[in-house]
């Protein structure tokens, strides 16, 4: 059973399990706060760098791919294409020329040198990079992708940037300053009383017969699981109270980092089955969720917990 709530120094709310065990100490506190003066960096370069990076390498690509741009890296699912390279590098160069000293953590690099994610744990300000998330989406002419770059200082998010450029969207979300899409501010709100919880789930293709199984708890009365398109569409969908709640089982840190703070910054909650904070170094305690509020997160983490 899920019941407490604590909030940390980062600004996230976790859910504690304290049924069978005591309430864990905050974790993290042992790490420094973050010490970046994020008044020194031109977020909307930034933005800027984001749309540029789509304009120039993904959108002149999206439904004119050749079968040669397309690449198997690890199946048939799982695929990367001649943009998602081309973005990375593109603001690989664009955000370390905006913050000099800063590193680059980015899907594609990691998958060429896992070494590369050794930059989690450093002191340097880290960028986190998915160029092309829903990367199957993209391939199939499916609007529903989208470009997620987040800030990260000592294991804290402390700005994101969530682009869907065929869709238009575009959510900037900074760490104690709230969630914007288009410029405008937004809310997750809470779900109605008595609705059925629409949850989108780790994609049954990208997923273990053990994580199945500890998914499969959410199919019960009141909640509607549903396999996920992009996570950072989804975490989207959450700050804007759309969808009630995300239970994800894996956790690259370029699928999540942007998404968490902006459905943090609009209000909702999340937490590991754990009961602690989500870590984008890893390590994590799996699976977890991000919701509209920590009602609905501690009912999701309740019915996840109960199937290990």
């Known amino acids: ?81 001649v943009a998602d390279r081309l973005a990375e590098e593109h603001l690989t160069a664009s955000l370390t020329a905006l913050l000099p000293g800063s590193l680059v953590v980015g899907e594609e690099a990691v998958h060429a040198d896992p070494s590369v994610l050794d930059a989690l744990h450093g002191d340097a300000p880290v960028w986190i990079v998915d160029p092309v998330d829903g990367t199957r989406q993209f391939v199939h002419g499916d609007p529903g992708f989208a470009t997620l770059v987040a800030l990260a200082h000592r294991g804290e998010v402390l700005a994101s940037w969530t682009y869907a450029p065929a869709l238009g969207l575009m959510a900037v979300a900074r760490r104690g300053a709230g969630a914007r899409l288009n410029g405008i501010p937004i809310q997750a709100g809470s779900p109605a009383s008595g609705t059925v919880l629409d949850v989108a789930t780790s994609h049954f293709d990208f997923t273990t017969d053990e994580e199945k199984r ?83 997160a501690r009912r999701i983490l309740g019915l996840l917990a109960a199937a290990n």
């Open 1 to 81: 059973m899920i019941e407490a709530i604590r909030t940390h120094h980062s600004g996230e709310t976790a859910i504690t399990p304290t049924a069978t065990t005591p309430p864990a100490a905050a974790p993290a506190t042992d790490r420094p706060e973050p010490s970046l003066d994020l008044s020194a960096l031109d977020l909307a370069a930034v933005e800027a760098a984001v749309r540029r990076a789509a304009a120039d390498e993904i959108m002149p690509r999206f439904r004119q791919l050749a079968a040669e741009d397309i690449v198997e890296k690890n199946g048939p699912h799982d695929l990367v294409t």
């Open 214 to 296: 500890v998914l499969a708890t959410l199919e019960t009365g009141g909640i509607a699981p549903r396999p996920c398109g992009s996570a950072g569409l989804e975490y989207l969908h959450v700050a804007r109270g759309e969808i009630d709640a995300t239970a994800f089982s894996w956790e690259n840190a370029w699928d999540h980092a942007a998404g968490l703070l902006l459905v943090h910054e609009a209000g909702g909650a999340s937490g590991t089955v754990a009961g602690q904070p989500f870590r984008i170094e890893g390590g994590n305690a799996l699976p977890f969720t991000a919701a509209r509020d920590t009602a609905t």
